[in-house]
């Protein structure tokens, strides 16, 4: 609990000021706000954090959070990334929905992301928190551990970061990077082509030279097909990128942050053919200590 306080603190501190909304909760043993919906605002938000209890205690009361949830997200307008650190427990309550049902349900009404950190361990608690992170097609479940290490799952569902922009760990260690060249696909394909494999090859070798090294790997599309597609095909393309990377050169997943965007960030007019072929991509910024 105190390190998931820590890499709380940690991803708001490193958050730039893009004039979203933020606001914290706990729903567990009870719902409480922190820091209720509103502008970010980092010197406010950190008085906030000091709210958080020193301790867990309690039980989780899941879908009655997710029941108080759903009165935050009517009050809000556009998409909304919703974090949850769970271990999948929760308090059964007679005629409640199960919680990936009405995550799933959350999602559809209010445009929502559900990005679940979890921790779980117990067979039970594992299938819950994945069956909330299969909300929708832009939900996800990362490991605690990978959050805290990898800094690109804290920020990276909230905003595209240019493949070029220098991160810091969670330890404001200074990184250096390395420039690696876009990933292009087919027309509604995920598979990767042979003369893209060079490129990640020598990706691969830079991981494996630097043990401490991140790598952000991030995948889109042209703006043909629905945005729900769209979301499902450029995770499939991020995922493929990493799968390679992680089983040619053995490497710990979660050392490879896999984030999806849809046709959102174009890099050429979806216009023109030429256009629509540079927009399916998967691009990556890689860096090491």
Not at 148 to 169: D, F, H, M, Q, R
Not at 273 to 279: C, I, L
Request: hydrophobic share 35%.
């Amino acid at each position: 609990y105190q390190m998931e306080r820590e890499a709380l603190q940690a991803g708001f501190t490193r958050m730039p000021d893009l004039g979203y909304n933020v606001g914290v909760y706990t729903h567990s043993p009870s719902w409480k706000e922190i820091y209720p919906v509103q502008k970010y605002d980092a010197a406010k938000l950190a008085a906030a954090m000091n709210q958080l209890p020193a301790k867990a205690s309690g039980n989780t009361p899941l879908v009655a959070g997710f029941e108080k949830l759903e009165g935050v997200l009517k009050g809000l307008s556009g998409k909304t990334v919703v974090y949850l650190f769970s271990d999948g427990g929760w308090e059964k309550a007679a005629g409640k929905k199960d919680p990936g049902d009405r995550a799933a349900e959350l999602a559809r009404k209010y445009n929502v992301c559900f990005i679940v950190i979890t921790y779980a361990e117990d067979p039970d608690g594992v299938k819950r928190v994945k069956d909330m992170g299969k909300a929708n097609a832009c939900s996800r479940v990362i490991p605690f551990d990978s959050y805290i290490t990898n800094p690109y799952y804290a920020l990276g569902p909230l905003y595209y970061t240019k493949a070029e922009t220098s991160v810091e760990t969670i330890a404001e260690k200074k990184i250096k990077g390395i420039k690696v060249g876009n990933i292009n696909f087919d027309y509604d394909k995920f598979e990767l082509k042979p003369q893209e494999k060079d490129e990640l090859n020598q990706l691969g070798k830079f991981l494996q030279s630097y043990p401490q090294a991140f790598v952000a790997v991030q995948g889109f599309c042209d703006n043909r097909g629905t945005s729900e597609y769209n979301m499902k095909l450029s995770r499939e393309r991020a995922e493929a990128v990493a799968a390679y990377l992680v089983k040619n050169f053995k490497l710990d997943p979660g050392r490879v942050a896999t984030m999806w965007y849809g046709e959102g960030n174009p890099v050429a007019s979806n216009d023109t053919p030429e256009g629509r072929a540079k927009n399916r991509r998967v691009e990556i910024a890689a860096s090491g200590l």
